[in-house]
Antibody, heavy 117, light 107 residues
Framework: EVQLVESGGGLVKPGGSLRLSCAASGFTFSRYTMNWVRQAPGKGLEWVSSISISTSYIYYADSVKGRFTVSRDDAKNSLFLQMNSLRAEDAGVYYC??????????WGQGTLVTVSS | DIQMTQSPSSLSASVGDRVTITCRASQGINNYLAWYQEKAGKVPKLLIYGASTLQSGVPSRFSGSGSGTEFTLTISSLQPEDVATYYCQKYYGAPFTFGPGTKVDIK
């Protein structure tokens, strides 16, 4: 069974940093592109970042480019999102999503990020 | 970047009704379009990909159609468990933009 478990969310002040992690199990992690998708409170889904197999390509939404960095550790079956210079509008639930040819076929339960002074 | 829009933003229908949601892309995306269902307090769930291919385990009352710039998600007979927000998403190259969502509830 595919499992994706996010961690690392919490309360951070504007301008602060946070590192999210996603622990994957139940599938061969190294063979999949992985995504981060977020959802602000009461709002819709927003794609944040994608990292391909072997980190061959990485993409970011314009809203986070230059502030967020996605990475992966295939040896540890883990996905990461380093978030710097956080803003109030970055608050929300961050989902780790397995990518099957561009499609989000498995989602984690999410981790909540709160940005407030 | 390609923009995604959905209509309506919300709808209310009776159990058994046929429900149709439209998703439009600002440029052609072939059939690289997925639909997701998000129930309150739950994780989004993939319903349809390739514009019309039903994900395994999804009830057959759900169907998708379209290509290019206009797509539809149809629920042939609305059930109480279908109350949710539905999102389309393009995966024809980054950014993998979601539509703003359509909230469906029971009249």
């Amino acid at each position: 069974e595919v499992q994706l478990v996010e961690s690392g969310g919490g309360l951070v002040k504007p301008g602060g940093s946070l590192r999210l992690s996603c622990a994957a199990s139940g599938f061969t992690f190294s063979r999949y592109t992985m995504n981060w998708v977020r959802q602000a409170p009461g709002k819709g889904l927003e794609w944040v970042s994608s990292i391909s197999i072997s980190t061959s390509y990485i993409y970011y939404a314009d809203s986070v480019k230059g502030r967020f960095t996605v990475s992966r550790d295939d040896a540890k079956n883990s996905l990461f999102l380093q978030m710097n210079s956080l803003r109030a509008e970055d608050a929300g639930v961050y989902y780790c999503v397995r990518d099957l040819l561009g499609i989000g076929d498995s989602w984690g339960q999410g981790t909540l990020v709160t940005v407030s002074s | 970047d390609i923009q995604m829009t959905q209509s309506p933003s919300s709808l209310s229908a009776s159990v058994g009704d046929r429900v149709t949601i439209t998703c439009r892309a600002s440029q052609g995306i072939n059939n690289y379009l997925a639909w997701y269902q998000e129930k309150a307090g739950k994780v989004p769930k993939l319903l349809i990909y390739g514009a019309s291919t039903l994900q395994s385990g999804v009830p057959s009352r759900f169907s998708g159609s379209g290509s290019g710039t206009e797509f539809t998600l149809t629920i042939s007979s609305l059930q109480p468990e279908d109350v949710a927000t539905y999102y389309c998403q393009k995966y024809y190259g980054a950014p993998f933009t979601f539509g703003p969502g359509t909230k469906v509830d029971i009249k």
